[in-house]
């Protein structure tokens, strides 16, 4: 792969980083709210169906998600594996794009009214 | 004076230890104890030193487990059981005993752009260049490297990625980038860049925690990492 190629995943590992650390604060934040009088599906429901604000939020984690996982598991399969070239990138790429699938699907079940 | 154990390094990749009994000394370094093997116990011993005093970098080599400058390094420091072992630097290939290949840790540094590529010639006067300036601090605080190669020997990234150019090489590129009269940046950056590169360093800090010289090369590899960054967005080859 090119250096820019190699470069430019660096910096989509650390940008995702900064969105990830941002979101889990927020999540982690939610939870302690959502659970302080018992925990419902009706109540997470109730605040997720139809919000678009939670939809995108969400939306921008899975993808963050989804990103850094990929780009994290090409570079450990490259230095622990020794699994590298066109294949790695292909299963890696193959790997986030089913990370985000699942993670948008769980979004929707969530949002949609 | 009582006797050291000492088991040291015979043969190449598939060598194994020898062990000797050494006389202790006070304030005997362990290039010392290496040096009286070869000269009073067995000649055919192969070890490489220059200087006696830090300066060559020569005789770095992996003392119970760790690499170390043997010339600068106490017995008493580091043989705490009672126990010697010595070692080649690991993460290079072995020649015989006691001495490393260094020839890919130096020629990742002309991979690295290490050469100094000058913008005037002997007609011009000399460049101004302030003690106080921050890009000289910066250059200055990696300049003493003397190329023992014992950061490169303890790096985990090196051992994981052999095009990894390594932090040696890494630092001394990083000296150049801050020197103003140098007219190789961009060649260089694009050199630093990418999976063989600055990039491919995770912070272990290996380099920064094992460096006889007490400089940090992780430092300077976190300069590299910003210096490429623009490179890389500007949509130029970085």
């Known amino acids: 792969m090119s250096r820019r190629f190699e470069v430019r995943l660096w910096v989509a590992q650390r940008a995702t980083a900064v969105v990830l650390a941002a979101c889990v604060v927020v999540h982690l934040a939610v939870i302690i709210y959502a659970v302080r009088g018992g925990l419902t599906a009706a109540e997470i429901l109730g605040r997720t169906r139809g919000s678009v604000a939670w939809g995108v939020f969400y939306a921008v984690f899975v993808l963050a998600a989804a990103t850094h996982g990929a780009i994290g598991l090409r570079t450990v399969a490259a230095e622990w594996l020794g699994f590298r070239g066109r294949a790695a990138e292909w299963t890696m790429a193959a790997i986030g794009l089913v990370l985000l699938a699942l993670g948008l699907r769980a979004v929707f079940a969530v949002v949609a009214a | ?238």
């Open chain 2, 1 to 238: 004076m009582s006797a050291l154990r000492v088991r040291v390094w015979r043969g190449g990749a598939d060598g194994r230890f020898q062990e000797f009994d050494v006389p202790r000394h006070e304030s005997q370094t362990v290039l010392d104890v290496v040096t009286h093997i070869q000269r009073h116990l067995d000649p055919t011993l192969a070890y490489r030193f220059a200087c006696r005093v830090g300066m060559c970098g020569s005789c770095a080599m992996t003392v119970n487990g760790t690499p170390r400058w043997t010339c600068r390094t106490h017995v008493d420091k580091v043989a705490g059981s009672g126990v010697l072992e010595v070692a080649p630097l690991t993460n290079l290939p072995v020649v015989r005993d006691l001495v490393a290949d260094m020839g890919e840790f130096f020629d990742k540094w002309a991979k690295a752009r290490g050469q100094f590529k000058p913008t005037r010639t002997r007609g011009d006067d000399f460049a101004v260049v302030r003690p106080d300036d921050a890009a000289r601090q910066e250059a200055d605080a990696g300049i003493e490297c003397i190329g023992c190669g014992v950061c490169y020997s303890a790096c985990d990234v090196v051992k994981w990625n052999r095009d990894y150019l390594g932090p040696a090489a890494l630092n001394r590129a990083w000296t150049l980038v801050n020197d103003a009269r140098d007219a190789g940046q961009a060649e260089r950056l694009r050199a630093v860049a990418g999976d063989a590169g600055c990039h491919s360093c995770h912070t272990h800090m290996s380099c920064t925690e094992h460096c006889p010289k007490e400089l940090s090369p992780t430092r300077s590899i976190a300069g590299l990492k910003r210096a490429t960054i623009s490179l890389a967005l500007s949509g130029e080859e970085p």
